[in-house]
């Protein structure tokens, strides 16, 4: 990698080079919330110069601050989306709940904080799993290490071994749901493949 | 849309509002009651997000009836979806800054696998 502050290229060269860096799908993800945004979707003639607009306004915030493209991208497969929403929604419910018998029991929370290794290279998986598990009640992700694919999970009220275990399995079940319906074959391949746990139980180097 | 229907919707969208709030409340309560940072963050940013959607849901379903466009039920979405995403980063963050500056009470703590495993690889780079 060069640094880009050494050389720039200057005029219409550097801005060919940007234009090649607009990514047509967060473009068009940038518009779709700039219609939401401005009542684009009602069926009147201001709408298409609303979409219009939207888009050019996406392309140029995509010039003045470009990003390295998503590698390797998402695969989108609609029934594990489903299923997968479905579970969220169900385990938020649930653990809901839990949290609030937890928090009007007499005696003092006890809590532990778990590793979770991650069974895919992908960095797109970790950070939805993340996001996903912060989510659900009862879970918290305190950090992402990302050399090792390893996430610490703060899990409330997991006082016994069990416990602990009951909240890596679901943060390994988020994993597979989002790897199912979001991840490249690549991903599901590696999840198929390792049901191996990289860290033991604490005592690996 | 019939009066009955209006009736129904109208309850379902006062059983959500409610539902989101008393989880709000329950929310405010585990900030009094645990003890330490993290379990704080728990109830800080968790019952929050379901409560939040539910009283979304509860408005959405209430404005159905009342205005046909979708601007109203898009603004909620977006409002939820950022929500949704952006709540787990303060919280990551904020954890993320306590655990750095060692202001947790490990007294709450049952079993901290992610101090062994820092211990772990300081003793692996003495040794080496």
């Known amino acids: ?205 | 849309m019939s009066e009955a229907l209006i009736t129904v919707l109208d309850w379902v969208a006062i059983l959500c509002i409610f539902a989101g709030a008393a989880l709000s409340l329950v929310a405010g309560a585990g900030l009094l009651r645990f003890p330490d940072l993290l379990s704080r963050m728990h109830t800080a940013a968790k019952p929050q997000v379901l409560g939040l959607l539910l009283v979304l849901v509860g408005i959405g379903i209430r404005l159905i009836p009342v205005e046909t466009d979708v601007f109203s039920v898009g603004t909620l979405f977006l409002v939820g979806f950022f929500q949704m995403l952006t709540i787990p980063v303060a919280g990551h963050i904020v954890t993320r800054v306590a655990y750095r500056t060692e202001r947790i009470d490990s007294g709450t703590m049952v079993r901290d696998e992610m101090a062994e495993h820092i211990e772990a690889r300081r003793a692996a780079d003495k040794n080496r």
């Open chain 1, 1 to 205: 990698m060069s640094d880009p502050r050494q050389k720039r290229p200057l005029g219409l060269t550097a801005l060919r080079r940007r234009l090649g860096k607009v990514q047509l799908p967060v473009a068009l993800g940038m518009t779709l919330v700039w219609m939401l945004l401005f009542k684009g979707f009602q069926p009147r003639w201001e709408s298409l110069g609303l979409l219009v607009l939207g888009f050019l306004v996406s392309v140029l915030i995509m010039l003045l601050f470009p990003l390295p493209p998503i590698t390797p991208g998402l695969r989108f497969r609609p029934l594990h989306m489903i299923r997968l929403a479905a579970y969220v929604f169900r385990e938020m419910a649930l653990a809901s709940i839990q949290v609030t018998i937890m928090t009007f029991r007499p005696e003092p929370v006890r809590n532990s904080m778990v590793a979770v290794p991650m069974r895919t290279e992908s960095d797109l998986m970790m950070v939805f799993t993340a996001i996903a598990t912060s989510i659900i009640p009862g879970t918290v992700i305190a950090e992402a290490e990302r050399t090792e694919r390893i996430l610490y999970v703060h899990v409330l009220g997991a006082d016994t071994e069990e416990a602990m275990e009951e909240g890596r399995r679901g943060v390994r079940k988020l994993e597979e749901g989002f790897v199912m319906a979001l991840g490249t074959r690549e991903d599901i391949a590696a999840l198929r493949a390792g049901g191996v746990e990289k860290l033991g139980r604490g005592e690996k180097t």
